[in-house]
DNA sequence: TCTAAATTTGTAACTATTACAGATTTATAG
DNA sequence: CTATAAATCTGTAATAGTTACAAATTTAGA
């Protein structure tokens, strides 16, 4: 539903670039891996994928990365689960599903849009994020 | 915004006993703090108030506590914050913003109601919670 | 090529949470 | 009023996610 970015190399670099991100190695590879696998994943799940391709990663640099990138709006960090943070890449706003049951986590758009809301009851709003949780539409299938 | 509960032992035991949670004296503290200071509080913050009180509690007997009312419904788990987890009592839907300076948890509602959504893309919804984030109408005033 | 700055790495420390077994309290049966 | 079983509470140890930090490496600039 939500569209794939190119993930070319040369396309992620200059995704970096633009938002004021020095493109080594490692940004561009975990800037890739968000991109590509579009998964939520985090901290631990991009170290595991990447470090058979880059065996001195640190699981250090995995986390400056994503904060690096959280700071400069690259990505936003997802509060959804309740044992770890999962990392996002920002494009056209969108909501998340969390299934209870496999634990995995979707994209989904509901009808109303308040991605333009700026303040509420005086308070100045910066970010907005919609979660909602139950058993998803695979789950629901095995369970009969 | 949110309207107060009875907060006496009489009524806290009733809210209890009516959804199955024996009434033990931990237990009731628990949830009277919850709904006498309505803050979102996470474990630490309801022990610290408490053992003052109650000198021999556990800081797992916060943690067992919280998990059972949340099971039965009576109070929910809060992700909005990327530390620690916070609880708030099930009354009226609502939303939630915190502010990025102070790191208060506010009661908030936006004007739509999406709390009788039940399905989404075939996945099953059992809750739904609506986070925003950005500097509080306090934080705000203190800036100039 | 030399030097300074930025980035990456690995370890140690810290914090929130869970596991678990023993102690205490509460409920039940005789 | 006991004796016994069940439920609850407690404290400690273990686990997991994250951060702090200094040393090593890489990159950029003179």
């Known amino acids: 539903m939500v569209k794939n970015e190119n993930t070319s190399t040369e396309n992620v670099k200059n995704l970096l670039v633009e938002k004021g991100v020095k493109p080594s190695f490692q940004r561009i590879s975990v800037l890739k891996?968000?991109?590509?696998?579009?998964?939520h994943p985090s901290v631990d799940t991009i170290y595991?994928?990447?470090v058979p391709y880059?065996?001195?990663?640190?699981?250090?640099t995995v986390y400056n990365t994503l904060k690096l990138l959280s700071e400069k709006e690259v990505i936003s960090t997802l509060t959804i689960n309740d044992t770890d943070l999962r990392?996002?890449?920002i494009n056209e706003p969108h909501d998340?599903?969390?299934c209870k049951t496999c634990n995995a986590i979707f994209d989904v758009k509901v009808g109303v849009d308040i991605s333009g809301l700026k303040s509420i009851d005086g308070h100045?709003?910066?970010?907005?994020q919609l979660h909602m949780?139950?058993?998803c539409r695979q789950c629901l299938k095995e369970k009969n």
Chains 1, 2 share one sequence.
């Open 54 to 60: 880059i065996p001195t990663l640190s699981r250090t």
């Open 33 to 39: 891996y968000l991109l590509r696998e579009n998964n």
């Open 133 to 135: 949780k139950g058993v």
């Open 48 to 50: 595991k994928n990447l």
């Open 124 to 128: 100045q709003i910066q970010e907005i």
């Open 87 to 89: 990392y996002d890449f």
């Open 96 to 98: 998340h599903f969390q």
